[in-house]
């Protein structure tokens, strides 16, 4: 039997994500990318990983030439695969995620203060939203240690971890439910809070342009 080749990026859909890269990188209501090109990698990673392109355009960042996930999108895409998690304990000094695969517990993922000041992590994030922090250490840790394979079986880092990025988001969790949202920053800028309003109704034409052309 014939070994399987390696899987190419067909020309239709490497045509459709170019041209969803500069829609995007046009739109100016993604702040992290500098050109259509970013836009396109981001489309293309994510992909890879079976996520649709605005999910790619607002979860995945690229740092230090790597591609990075937000935490919520490592979330995501471990739920998307057969695993679950509960948030078993979340306040300003300690997250504890308990994972699970068809109601199996496969082990807990726990991210402390402590923990933070022994890996020299702090600055002002850590300093204003602690339990955000925490749970995307432990989330991410966790996703990584029991649902690697959720992940292509590589080393996904969150922006973070890599100690240089700066999205404009904040995550939150729902400490009854467990849900997941993201939400702008509330240290951002003043005027960077005001471009984004500003550009709340160009984002508002391309969904609904987007909607036209049944893009997900």
């Known amino acids: 039997?014939?070994?399987?080749?390696?899987?190419?990026?067909?020309?239709?859909?490497?045509?459709?994500?170019?041209?969803?890269?500069?829609?995007?990188?046009?739109?100016?209501?993604?702040?992290?990318?500098?050109g259509a090109a970013q836009a396109v990698t981001k489309i293309i990673a994510g992909r890879e990983m079976g996520i649709a392109p605005m999910a790619?355009?607002?979860?995945?960042?690229?740092?230090?030439?790597?591609?990075?996930?937000s935490a919520a999108l490592m979330a995501t895409i471990a739920k998307r695969n057969g695993y679950d998690y509960r948030v078993r304990t979340l306040t300003d000094t300690a997250c504890h995620i308990e994972f699970f695969q068809r109601s199996e517990s496969l082990g807990s993922s726990t991210f402390t203060l402590d923990d933070a000041r022994k890996a020299g992590l702090g600055g002002e994030n850590w300093n204003k939203y602690a339990r955000n922090m925490l749970w995307a250490r432990a989330m991410s840790n966790g996703v990584r240690w029991y649902c690697v394979d959720a992940l292509g079986g590589g080393a996904v880092y969150t922006p973070e971890e890599l100690e240089s990025a700066n999205p404009?988001?904040?995550?939150?969790?729902?400490?009854?439910?467990?849900?997941?949202?993201?939400?702008?920053?509330?240290?951002?800028?003043?005027a960077e809070d005001a471009r984004r309003g500003e550009l709340r109704a160009k984002w508002n034409a391309l969904r609904s342009e987007a909607t036209k052309h049944d893009i997900p």
């Open 56 to 69: 790619a355009m607002t979860g995945i960042f690229l740092v230090k030439g790597r591609v990075t996930l």
């Open 168 to 190: 404009p988001v904040e995550t939150r969790v729902n400490e009854r439910t467990g849900e997941i949202s993201e939400h702008p920053r509330a240290d951002m800028p003043l």
């Open 1 to 34: 039997e014939r070994p399987s080749e390696p899987r190419r990026l067909e020309p239709a859909p490497l045509e459709e994500a170019m041209t969803l890269g500069k829609v995007f990188a046009e739109s100016g209501f993604f702040l992290d990318i500098k």
